[in-house]
């Protein structure tokens, strides 16, 4: 929605009078937040002039542009604050002399006219020597074109040539039938090793941007910006070696606005606020010795600095250094198996026999009883026969242990009903006094014995 001047007027005075906030006014008068921001700062600077509409093209001197610009990418101040103190009307203006200023276009407009570099006649060494300039610089077309005084165009065509068709593609061939060579065999050796050196230069920066950041941890900062360590790394090589900041991005694959957006803001509270946390998280780990995981942390700290830090923040920074709760973890007092693992299970719940002293089973059952108050146990070892499902042999003891099973091997008998127990197999549930690798597989019936299928799983009826 387009405000009349008196509109605009009438919402830049309501809000210098404190009659309402930015949310308030801009929701009044259906315009953007951003839109009544910029008519209160253009009220501010320029007064109510500032705020009507005006045909006139406003001009501003080369050196206020430079100045409004660096001092905008020198961080600290956003494009709102700058056109104020300069007296700037529209901060479309102020983006593009930015975008100018970082070589990525360049301001055409003075005084409502275009204004362009006129190309001009070059030889083939000259090109070549133009278009290794271009390329050591980003493919800065704008500052190529100002130092060699040719048009942004031609130096454009040049650098694609070269890199479909190589040096020869530099050579001008225009209205001749039959191409001559412009350049000697040397003076194109020549040419080539110059553009190969700046081609050679460009590695040489992305090996310096990859050794700087090696070892570092991409994506993770004390700030919790993305790719700090990249940014880190762009700031430092373009101090030391001057490599230009927007081949530096394209190799770090960040966007540049992104770049000066994290310059403009690198030295902000939270980072600081960030790095004591950090140092208090060391303190209590190694005083706790690792105990605290992130909810106690934040717990302590908050109880201990009387702070209010989200248990959030204390993970994520627990977790950019590496730290943990250590758990104790239980001691298993057994391996848990599948009986068919312990023993083989050659009886396979064929609960039934043809013929006395076949299949034998065994098992310890526990009782408690009442001895006034105390409460005693009394164990019960058996052997059951499948066949009539009779008990061949019994044992009460008072103690679980090895001796009750291995005592009903004076018990058992050899023979019963006048059949031999012979070859009889003998089939007990898994328990502490019977399993696998027990004496009990050899002590018990070993005149009778030849198998013992043991540590089965119990049935219902047992």
Wanted: aromatic share 8%.
């Amino acid at each position: 929605m387009k405000l009349t001047y008196m509109q605009r007027l009438e919402a830049a005075l309501k809000y210098k009078n404190g009659e309402g906030t930015y949310e308030r006014i801009a929701k009044e008068y259906g315009i953007k937040l951003s839109s009544l921001q910029e008519m209160v700062s253009k009220y501010e600077s320029l007064g109510k002039d500032g705020l009507k509409d005006t045909s006139k093209y406003m001009n501003y001197s080369d050196e206020l542009k430079r100045r409004a610009v660096e001092d905008y990418l020198s961080g600290g101040t956003s494009l709102l604050e700058i056109c104020m103190k300069y007296k700037i009307r529209s901060k479309t203006a102020l983006r593009d002399w930015i975008k100018w200023y970082n070589g990525h276009s360049r301001s055409n407009r003075t005084k409502g006219q275009k204004q362009m570099t006129k190309g001009r006649k070059t030889t083939q060494e000259e090109r070549a020597e133009i278009v290794a300039f271009c390329i050591e610089h980003g493919k800065n077309y704008v500052l190529t074109s100002e130092t060699y005084k040719v048009s942004y165009q031609q130096i454009y065509a040049w650098v694609r040539k070269y890199e479909i068709n190589g040096i020869d593609g530099l050579a001008d061939n225009r209205g001749r039938t039959e191409p001559k060579a412009e350049m000697t065999s040397e003076e194109k050796l020549r040419a080539e090793n110059k553009i190969l050196e700046t081609k050679v230069k460009e590695l040489e920066m992305e090996n310096a941007f990859l050794k700087k950041i090696e070892g570092t941890e991409r994506g993770r900062s004390l700030t919790g910006t993305r790719n700090e360590s990249s940014y880190e790394a762009i700031k430092q090589l373009h101090e030391a070696a001057s490599f230009a900041i927007c081949k530096l991005c394209k190799i770090a694959r960040v966007n540049r606005a992104a770049y000066y957006e994290w310059l403009k803001h690198k030295n902000k509270r939270s980072r600081s606020v960030n790095e004591q946390v950090v140092e208090w998280i060391k303190e209590l780990y190694e005083e706790q010795n690792g105990i605290l995981g992130y909810r106690q942390m934040t717990i302590t700290i908050n109880r201990k600095h009387r702070t209010d830090f989200n248990p959030k923040r204390i993970y994520r920074l627990m977790r950019l250094l590496g730290l943990k709760s250590v758990c104790r973890r239980k001691h298993r007092k057994y391996t848990r198996t599948t009986p068919e693992v312990t023993a083989e299970n050659i009886l396979n719940r064929k609960f039934y026999a043809n013929k006395p002293n076949e299949k034998w089973l065994t098992d310890v059952t526990e009782f408690k009883y009442n001895d006034g108050a105390e409460i005693k146990k009394l164990y019960l070892s058996a052997i059951l026969d499948l066949y009539d499902r009779r008990i061949v042999a019994f044992k009460i003891s008072a103690n679980n242990n090895n001796r009750l099973v291995f005592s009903l091997n004076s018990h058992a008998p050899a023979s019963r009903n006048g059949m031999r127990a012979a070859g009889v197999n003998t089939v007990s549930a898994r328990g502490k006094n019977i399993k696998r690798g027990n004496p009990i597989t050899r002590i018990l019936c070993p005149q009778t014995l030849s198998k013992a299928s043991l540590n089965i799983k119990p049935c219902k009826w047992q």
